[in-house]
DNA sequence: CACAAAGGGTTCAAATAATGAACCAGAGGT
DNA sequence: ACCTCTGGTTCATTATTTGAACCCTTTGTG
């Protein structure tokens, strides 16, 4: 693993519920010396990557994000699009959608909305990178993503979420290759428990697709008349995530969902 | 310089005129060797901080940034509560009107607007980042902000981005003192051509200045009546801004203040 | 009040990882 | 068929990163 790697990574550990981190902790999370973070959270700091509370000493993400975050929303302006579809189809299921792009091999949440209308809901973690072969966004991912996800994925043990968790390799490339079959994804408590999802793929202006959307329910609740209207519901709004996105979905793909809708 | 710096000013390359940079023009303009940069490419990439585009080899920002910018947000929701303050002055004033944060020794834009009611404006590029001895928000910046900034900035010699900029340190320190005393900066064509402006320092949970706020007039616009407009609407703003951010405004700039409006 | 404990930060020899000149490969262009 | 411009790779050399040990300050405690 490069410097560069160590340090980008020490940016992960971040989270709206762990929003300031001080050196000793940065130590235990990665692992490192604690000389090796000092130095990488200093480099960080002088680029704006992060910043530095004089008080508790403890480091935070910084400005430079944002900015970055601002031309690259400019050029690509995924977020502020996709944000009313998700909204939307939210509103109209009554429950959690979120919609999350490839990063390397993980998914990463772009945004996300809960409608809040039950007692018991999804918690969901922007923050939180999305393992493919544990969530029904990674299943659709795998399934109509780069072919080399899948092997790259079984180049290293499954590790498993919770019990549910696909951690057999031919179990998942039969899984996969059924989604690919079916053109939606369903998980059940793969990744959390007590947790349900479907999901499907966006694509951008690429054949391969360059993200996810996807509807978690709380297992309780998925009764079969949701398990009929959340598929529908949701090819009809990842075409249009797709076409937010200026991409196509590809015809054989197209020709499922047809089927399903 | 360490790796992690080189690798991130790799980032600051882009902007929304130059949303796709090769590996080549990634050479010229960091001026390091080919390999070296492609190397950094790669890992940047593969956290993704930056994506390739398969069919040009071009590479552009990543994902990961904007899931980064999501967190910071949540914890520190600058940009969404400083926002409708920043439009609001802007229609106003009728002018450019900008907040932007410390990232180091340079000013990082948070966010702008302009009005748009004029047939000339002054272009703005929030993917810039702005230096403290050309602008008025860094001439507010110097004023307010940590100490150490005039010290770190007087280290090498001033550059000029127009004729009309403060090179000489010593013509810098005692404008700077001014800002002090007076509690807005201005300056006139110093960092572009025909464009002046006027900068007030915003801050956060701390006693330093951590941003600026500034308007930005064409000078063939620049009336008397703007010049004595623009410091009491922005000292107003600034000290919203400032609550926004959670932070108090120091009682000796407050007295000032006061005194100005 | 002394003292321990814990967090942040620094040092410097040892070792690992970054570097860059040279090289390869493919896509246009002439 | 040849040139050239692009992206990408190799490997010996070199310089940068590394980490055990150390220092400093704050905080809590007998």
Redesign the pocket.
């Given at each position: 693993?490069?410097?560069?790697t160590?340090a980008l990574n020490l940016l992960n550990f971040f989270s709206p519920s762990h929003p300031e981190i001080?050196?000793?902790?940065?130590?235990t999370l990665s692992g490192?010396?604690?000389?090796?973070v000092?130095?990488?959270?200093?480099e960080l700091a002088s680029n704006g990557f992060l910043e530095?509370n004089p008080v508790?000493?403890?480091y935070r993400l910084g400005p430079a994000i944002l900015r970055l975050a601002a031309v690259r929303e400019r050029l690509f302006p995924a977020r502020s699009l996709v944000a009313p579809l998700v909204e939307r189809l939210a509103t109209d299921l009554g429950e959690l959608v979120h919609v999350s792009l490839r990063e390397g091999d993980h998914l990463s949440p772009l945004c996300h909305h809960d409608a809040l209308i039950h007692g018991t809901r999804v918690y969901f973690d922007e923050a939180e990178l999305l393992p493919l072969h544990a969530t029904a966004s990674g299943l659709a991912m795998l399934a109509f993503g780069p072919d080399h996800l899948m092997s790259d994925l079984l180049a290293d043990p499954l590790e498993a979420s919770t019990q549910y968790t696909i951690t057999d390799p031919d179990e998942l490339k039969r899984t996969v290759e059924r989604v690919q079959v079916e053109g939606v994804a369903f998980i059940d408590q793969g990744f959390e428990l007590h947790v349900s999802s479907f999901g499907v793929p966006v694509f951008g202006d690429l054949k391969e697709a360059v993200g996810t959307m996807a509807v978690a329910v709380p297992t309780a609740r998925m009764t079969d008349e949701l398990k009929r209207k959340i598929p529908v519901a949701l090819i009809e709004a990842a075409t249009e995530v797709t076409e937010e996105l200026g991409g196509t979905v590809p015809p054989h793909l197209r020709r499922i969902w047809l089927n399903a809708a």
């Open positions: 693993m490069g410097t560069i160590k001080g050196l000793t902790e940065f130590r490192q010396d604690k000389a090796t000092h130095r990488h959270l200093i530095q508790t000493k403890g």
